[in-house]
């Protein structure tokens, strides 16, 4: 089965809501066309009902049966205020500023997965990463036995035969430079995520040394969590440190990382700070031809993620049902 597939037999087996705080926008529309024919995810759109009416007759996609909040009327309102104003109490959060910080559409569906009205929550195509990301981090919790949020791309394409190769690389969106322990974490929960997308995880932790090849603060942070991370997981094929060529070439692993069952064969990346998997996954993605799905938040206790901007329809509707499904459950 290809992702889609996945997913989409994962809905028809338990069928869930999901939320699209960009009700107006085409692309939304479409794949909420798409979810009601197939109903096994019902999508709910925030806006004014009549805009986005008016913008999927124009559009001439069928959203009849479709859900359709306005925060401004929204009859649970007082008690997402009163939830929300709790939950920020500490930063400074009032009655009146919780009433106009909810009016904004992340902000006030996040609240919705969060009062247990609808079980996910996409995303991200009129919004930068921050004003994507920072509602579900400031409003759910981590999971319990996590102290992070972390997350994850799931890179995929098919060769010419239809054989598929898929990739997952993380952290590339929320921990700027993690420490050991973080990124134990970080790669416990790409584990899970790998195996969600049918991956058997070959977890290479990346570095500019293989194998005490180099040395540098962060050499010694890539080698040690690598090393920790297999005495903790003695289930899973972790390895590291290693330099991103020595993972995916077996020619190389064979000089550089000998005997290693990793080294050559790695699907699972974990890169040592933001820097380098932000820009590692978007070269993979662009001159590999792959297709990008995330950023998949990992760690945290609601089903939320992002999309990319220049995301199309086919697009959201795959992130729809990820995202309604979950990579960690």
Avoid: W
């Amino acid at each position: 089965m290809t992702i889609l597939e996945t997913f989409e037999k994962r809905l028809r087996k338990d069928p869930k809501t999901i939320v699209f705080p960009e009700g107006c926008d085409s692309r939304v529309l479409e794949a909420s066309s798409r979810l009601l024919a197939a109903n096994f995810l019902k999508p709910i759109l925030l806006g004014k009902e009549e805009q986005i009416m008016d913008a999927a007759e124009e559009a001439g996609f069928n959203i009849r049966g479709a859900s359709i909040i306005d925060p401004e009327n929204y009859d649970r309102f007082d008690e997402m205020v009163e939830l929300f104003t709790k939950i920020r109490g500490e930063k400074g959060m009032t009655e009146e500023k919780a009433r106009k910080q909810l009016l904004h559409p992340n902000y006030f569906g996040t609240m919705l997965v969060k009062m247990g009205v609808v079980d996910a929550m996409l995303s991200g195509l009129t919004y930068s990463a921050s004003d994507t990301l920072l509602p579900p981090l400031q409003i759910l919790t981590t999971k319990p036995g996590r102290t992070i949020v972390s997350s994850c791309y799931v890179l995929d394409r098919a060769n010419a035969t239809g054989e598929n190769t898929t990739l997952v690389m993380a952290d590339c969106a929320i921990n700027i430079d993690p420490t050991e322990d973080e990124l134990i974490e970080i790669c416990a929960d790409t584990i899970i995520c790998a195996k969600a997308f049918n991956v058997v995880p070959k977890v290479a932790f990346l570095s500019y040394s293989t194998n005490g090849s180099g040395k540098g603060e962060s050499v010694t942070k890539m080698h040690n969590a690598a090393q920790r991370a297999k005495a903790m997981y003695p289930m899973e094929l972790i390895e590291g440190e290693m330099q991103m060529d020595a993972a995916v070439s077996p020619n190389v692993a064979r000089l550089k990382f000998p005997n290693s069952k990793v080294a050559g064969y790695a699907n699972t990346f974990i890169f040592p700070d933001v820097t380098a998997g932000n820009i590692g996954y978007k070269i993979a993605a662009r001159m590999g031809n792959f297709n990008v799905y995330g950023p998949l938040l990992l760690g945290l206790d609601g089903k939320v993620n992002g999309l990319s901007r220049g995301a199309n329809a086919q697009e959201v509707y795959t992130m729809a049902c990820i995202t309604a499904c979950g990579v960690e459950d």
